[in-house]
Every structure is written in C-alpha cells, then in structure tokens.
C-alpha cells in the first residue's frame, strides 16, 4: 500500500541553524500539507500546498518559514532560523483531493537546542 | 474556543470491552476524520465521515455524526490491547479552507489484556 515517508526520522539542530525536512507523498496525490505536534500538545496545521503553491497558511508559518516542492516526488519544509519552540513532532501529509482523507507519514522529531 | 474537542481525554479499559470516545467541534464542517496515534508515531487514518452522512462502520469501528450537537462518537468494539494509543477526531470545515484539517487533543485510550 502506497504511504508517505519522511526523513530524517529525527533532527537535531542548534538554535538559529536552517533546516529542511523531506517528504515524500503519495505518487498519484495532489494536494500537500504539514502539520506539527509539539510535545503532548494537539496537532497543528501549518501549510497547504497545491499546484506548486500555497493554498492556506495558519499563523504559526511566518517567514522563517518556506515549503517547495524542488522535483515531482518530493516536498519539503524549510524552517530558515530554527527556534527553541520549534522543538516539535512534524508531519507531513498528502490527499489524493481537496478535504479527502489525508494521509500522514511517520513525522520527523526536530529537536532544537 | 476550540474546534474539535474529545473527551475523555483518557480512557482505561479491559480487554473485550467497548470504547467510546466523543468529539465535539464549533463551526459547520465539511467532513470529520478520525485517527489514531500510537505513542510517539505517526497518525493513522481510521475513518472519515461527510457532512451528510450520520453513521459509518468499518470492521470493529462505528463511528456516528450529529452535526445538529455538532458532535461525533467513535466506538471500537471488542477492543484488543493493540488498540492501545491516543485517538483524534479532525474536521474540516470546506468552503475557503484549502483541506486544513483542525485536530482535538485526542483521547488517551489504554486497553488492558
């Protein structure tokens, strides 16, 4: 069964230092989003992603922020300047179509310190 | 307030017992998804349920909408203990929103063997 992967796994990093994380969706979907879990805290959405741009947005994805999706496989989040608080689990997700199921991958542990 | 609310926030059962587990949520939604997350894993997609629609099965799951109470129930019944994990109802209100999904806090389900 076809499912969304993501790496790393996990993601250690120094406060102030860029990363990017990868995803890598399901083949035939179209739509892309991702999602982060802080510790024992609900799921956030953060960035959904159509047609090879951003369809919606929430406040927690400011500037320090970016996604693309650089080939036909893959998607990524960029976070430019790492914070303590962005110390999360992060997801990504992908759907086949708008509102329909979305299918999440294992998420990548960003831990900043 | 919130969008997307379960109670209990924990749940503690036997083997062979029934688990009920309630969302409540705000605004008017296009559909409610249900997803289960084992302990520091990914989310798994359980089920989805429309609008229009006020009851689905799938294999040991029921899951029941009112949207008049605003309101969703997931039952697992005959639970195993490899049900044992946090439980989150998502909704997704349509219209402007480009598939965000709004996560509650989940349930905390531990089913004892």
């Known amino acids: 069964e076809p499912e969304v992967t993501q790496t790393p796994s996990h993601q250690v990093t120094q406060m102030g230092q860029e990363v990017i994380l990868r995803c890598v969706p399901i083949s035939n979907h179209l739509y892309f989003y991702w999602y982060r879990q802080i510790l024992g805290q609900k799921v956030e959405f953060l960035v959904s992603f159509y047609n090879n741009e951003i369809s919606e947005k929430s406040e927690i994805f400011d500037d320090q922020f970016s996604v693309e999706r650089p080939d036909g496989s893959n998607f990524t989040l960029k976070i430019r300047s790492t914070k303590l608080e962005d110390s999360a689990m992060y997801f990504c997700a992908s759907s086949e179509f708008l509102g329909e199921t979305q299918y999440f991958g294992p998420g990548t542990r960003l831990l900043v310190l | 307030s919130q969008q997307g609310e379960e109670d209990p926030q924990a749940l503690s059962i036997q083997e062979g017992e029934n688990a009920t587990m309630n969302c409540s949520y705000k605004?008017?939604?296009?559909?409610l998804q249900w997803y289960r997350q084992n302990s520091g894993r990914g989310l798994v997609h359980l089920i989805l349920?429309?609008?229009?629609?006020r009851e689905k099965h799938s294999g040991r799951l029921r899951v029941t909408l009112d949207t008049s109470k605003k309101s969703s129930s997931l039952l697992i019944t005959a639970s195993r203990a490899a049900d044992t994990a946090s439980y989150f109802c998502?909704?997704?209100?349509?219209?402007?929103?480009?598939?965000?999904?709004?996560f509650g806090q989940g349930t905390i389900l531990t089913v004892h063997p």
């Open positions: 605004t008017s939604i296009n559909n």
């Open positions: 998502a909704t997704h209100i349509g219209g402007t929103s480009y598939g965000k999904l709004t």
């Open positions: 349920i429309r609008s229009n629609e």
